[in-house]
């Protein structure tokens, strides 16, 4: 997938398609640097002029493309271009307006003290058609300065980068090839096609791509969604960054923007406040389990029992107040005095049983993540209509592999073509406070460098007993004067970061069979994960055995290898 900047149309006219030439130029690989709508603003003799290319094309070993796009009915009589209604086109047409703005591109270029950079990339034009198709153009004479050569059609869809690739072999004045180190290329980015994106690296504008990636996977995903829309009643399974919980509101929204009521419950109330803070709407009602005992039965601490008689009673006057429930993290309502209310049957009936309410109930989870009860409801192993989500969508590949390491399988994760496969997961070793936090600073300074903000610190114990808690506190570490998120594994459960450090990773872990936090905890990571571990030689040795995995003299090494992980050794 290209880097789109920005990474959604900026505003066009509705009638221009430029939203679905957009989504088209997309796909073209991520060497790719797609810019919609760039203006050169200039001011000569005091006067303001103002050009805009509707899609700029960068590839740093092919060149640039200005690319002016005209959807819709085109004429051309009396030596004018015009568009359907009979208006004429400004600047002589689309093909000398794109030749032109490929001209101003090159005078800004030499404004920003940047002319060697049109001798070493080659920079072409063409005009790309969207509503008319290549047969339409062979029944015509163009005028001279059209060309098919440099003209993309409504059969562009779906051959975009081979359409892209074709103009980028024609030849150019000059016979100009493009020939661009690391310099130039970073001097294009940050000081030609995108300055005002403070792109000031290029980790950052990897780091920027690799998000967009992620949401495109997402939008795939989402695509699922579809199949459900005739299923009233499913369950839900996938692994850690499958998309459950993007899914899940997604299926909630759809139904709120009809007026209709919706209850969405999870367990875990730092997901819930998330969830209310990003996805808020009028008509979806975010609950944990225990919030909503305490609402339904208006009392101050949850009461199960309490909570199953007044479900029962809702059900009997039909007086619910919600059509639709979705559940997130649906394994964690596995605990004995849930279970013993048959709560979860309880509100599915409560949305299900009365058919002219046209109600839904949606249960999602995974049962790799039980880390707030020891079994899966029992509602979901007896579920009619079961589905499981396959492809991950959140982690690089590296990370959802050491993810699964850590779980204890090699099995290997299901993901998009395409996918970002990211860098190794780093693993460090630290015995004491004091080495924990420098290793904790190196890595928040790294990544920072790099362009990543979202950093989250995570620990596999409780918050009081990890080995930072005197630097921690209200689930904050500071670090330069800047705050750094800081939970347990269990509390940011359902909830995601760019930059994971994983802490306090010992021999209990995986003596007690605890490997399922150390699974939440590393998949919460999107794009980088660094594990610090206070495993000794031969607590490494055993786990090793166990996993039947090779060891060489560095046992440390061995580990990290075994968690697909890069061994990193801090010197001192």
């Known amino acids: ?73 085109i004429n051309y009589t009396d030596g004018h271009w015009r568009y359907g209604s009979g208006g004429i086109m400004s600047h002589d047409g689309p093909y000398n307006q794109a030749d032109i703005n490929k001209w101003k591109l090159g005078k800004y270029m030499e404004k920003q003290k940047l002319a060697y950079l049109k001798d070493r990339c080659k920079m072409l034009h063409a005009v790309w058609f969207p509503s008319i198709s290549k047969s339409t153009f062979e029944r015509v004479t163009l005028p001279s300065e059209a060309d098919m050569d440099i003209t993309l059609t409504s059969d562009t869809f779906g051959h975009i980068e081979e359409e892209i690739e074709r103009i980028f072999t024609l030849e150019v004045p000059r016979h100009v090839r493009t020939d661009l180190n690391a310099i130039d290329i970073k001097n294009m980015i940050n000081r030609v096609l995108a ?64 007026g209709e009521k919706v209850l969405f419950l999870c367990y875990n109330k730092n997901l819930k406040k998330h969830l209310q803070d990003t996805y808020n709407h009028e008509n979806i009602f975010f609950f944990t389990i225990d919030g909503l005992a305490c609402k339904l039965c208006d009392t101050v601490s949850p009461n199960y029992s309490l909570l199953k008689e007044v479900l029962e009673d809702m059900y009997i006057v039909g007086n619910f107040p919600y059509q639709h429930i979705v559940i997130d993290e649906g394994q964690d309502f596995g605990k004995r005095g849930m279970e013993e209310a048959g709560l979860i049957e309880l509100l599915k009936m409560n949305v299900l049983n009365d058919e002219s309410k046209n109600g839904t109930f949606y249960l999602f989870y995974d049962k790799n993540q039980m880390v707030q009860s020891y079994n899966v409801p029992g509602y979901i192993n007896d579920a009619d209509c079961r589905l499981t989500l396959y492809r991950n969508c959140r982690n690089t590949e590296n990370i959802a592999v050491t993810s699964l390491r850590l779980l204890g399988t090699d099995k290997k994760p299901k993901l998009f073509q395409g996918s970002v496969v990211g860098d190794l997961s780093e693993l460090f070793f630290a015995y004491d406070e004091e080495s924990t936090l420098e290793i904790i600073n190196a890595i928040i300074k790294k990544n920072w460098e790099l362009g990543y903000d979202d950093i989250t610190i995570l620990t596999c114990k409780t918050e009081s007993n990890s080995i930072i808690s005197n630097e921690c506190s209200d689930g904050v570490y500071f670090y330069q004067g800047k705050k750094i998120r800081f939970a347990t594994c269990r509390t940011f459960k359902g909830l995601e970061s760019d930059v994971v450090i994983l802490i306090d990773m010992d021999n209990s872990l995986f003596e007690l069979d605890n490997e399922q936090l150390m699974y939440v905890g590393s998949s919460r990571a999107r794009l980088r994960l660094a594990c610090i571990s206070a495993l000794t030689d031969k607590q490494c040795e055993k786990i090793l055995d166990n996993m039947g995995a090779r060891k060489s003299r560095n046992v440390k090494k061995s580990m990290a290898v075994a968690m697909n992980a890069k061994y990193i050794e801090i010197k001192r």
């Open 1 to 73: 997938m290209a880097t789109m900047i920005p990474d959604k149309p900026r505003e066009f006219e509705a009638n221009s398609l430029e939203d679905i030439m957009f989504d088209e130029l997309a796909n073209l690989s991520r060497e790719y640097y797609v810019f919609h709508s760039f203006s050169i603003v200039s001011v000569t003799d005091s006067v303001l002029y103002e050009s805009e290319t509707d899609f700029v094309v960068f590839h740093p070993e092919k060149g640039l493309l200005c690319i002016e796009a005209k959807a819709g009915q």
């Open 195 to 258: 300055p005002s994106f403070n792109l000031v690296s290029i980790p950052q504008v990897k780091a920027n791509h690799d998000k967009i990636v992620f949401k495109k996977m997402l939008r795939e995903q989402m695509l699922l969604l579809n199949y459900l829309e005739e299923q009233n009643n499913a369950v839900i399974n996938g692994l850690a960054g499958t998309g459950k919980t993007i899914m899940a509101v997604e299926k909630a929204r759809r139904h709120a923007d009809e």
